[in-house]
């Protein structure tokens, strides 16, 4: 109780602002005790109260003020063309703003596939070369919390491990946490039975989605995707996209909107 809250930055770049979205809705912890209670959430133009100069000399002031002790979270990434000029916050590039920010920070949490792989902007031909925050960013540690969006528990649940022990917890290689995409959605999907006995959907509408069949044939990622979707769920533990009868996109990987993962034009 007497520890002090730790200080966070929360950037918003080039995104839709749904893992901020996702974020709110955490039901355990809740997020209202993760901002007030456990983090100090000093800049975040989405949810702080401040606005425009007052806003961005919070943002001055905490960089000044805990230096080397923030955390930054970064939620979408920087578009690199043209000198940055397809994102700018406060007059100037997003991508000078995140350089700025992540100069002092202790460390960095990449929220969602934007920050974390580039995501649907950066599909082919990327006009505006939207880029990761690791592609960016070369001299601090950055955990990778993909998916578009994360699970909000995933969220809180790595805030929480971070907060309680003072580092990240165990990484793979690609930068993710191993306790939340240690395993691939189809290694604990319920409709694995069916996948097992050769029970597929062969198209959307006929017996076998009915009757809940593996949607593998039309479509689904689960075998390649790493997330915790089958196991931890979304709202509050109540479903995933396969739960609703859609195959997953796969949208916690890296590239999943240039492998296949949408529907083709006719
Ligand atoms: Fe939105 Fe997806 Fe990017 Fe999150 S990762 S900001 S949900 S587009
Ligand atoms: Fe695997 Fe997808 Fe079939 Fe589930 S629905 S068993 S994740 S292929
Ligand atoms: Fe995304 Fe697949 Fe989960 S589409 S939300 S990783 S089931």
Redesign the pocket.
């Known amino acids: 109780e007497t520890k002090p809250r730790t200080p966070v930055i929360w950037l918003h770049g080039l ?8 974020f709110i809705r955490s039901a355990h912890p809740l997020a209202k005790d993760v901002v007030l209670s456990m983090l100090s959430l000093d800049y975040d133009d989405v949810l702080m109260a401040a606005a425009g100069h007052q806003a961005e000399a919070c943002l001055e002031e905490t960089i000044e003020k805990y230096k080397g002790n923030y955390i930054l979270a970064v ?2 990434n920087p578009p690199l063309d043209e000198d940055g000029m397809y994102c700018i916050v406060a007059g100037k590039p997003f991508v000078e703003q995140l350089k700025h920010a992540a100069a002092h920070a202790k460390a960095i949490i990449a ?5 974390s792989w580039g ?3 950066a599909a082919s031909p990327n006009p505006t070369r939207a880029t990761p925050v690791h592609k960016v960013i070369f001299d601090k540690p950055i955990i990778k919390i ?5 699970i909000a528990e995933v969220m809180t649940g790595v805030i929480t491990y971070m907060l309680t022990f003072d580092r990240f917890p165990e990484l793979d290689r690609q930068g993710r946490p191993k306790m939340f995409y240690g395993q691939r959605i189809h290694d604990k999907c319920y409709r694995r039975p069916h996948f097992d006995a050769g029970q597929f959907v062969e198209t959307w509408d006929d017996d076998n989605a009915r009757k809940g069949y593996c949607l593998y044939k039309v479509g689904c990622k689960g075998p390649t995707t790493y997330n915790a979707c089958s196991t931890v769920r979304w709202n509050e533990g109540v479903s995933f996209p396969i739960g609703s009868g859609h195959g997953c996109i796969g ?1 916690s990987e890296d590239g999943f909107w240039d492998k296949g993962s949408f529907y083709d034009r006719i």
């Open positions: 995104e839709c602002t749904c893992c901020s979205e996702s939620e979408g929220w969602g596939s934007c920050a995501c649907v902007q993909p998916g578009c969006p994360p949208c």
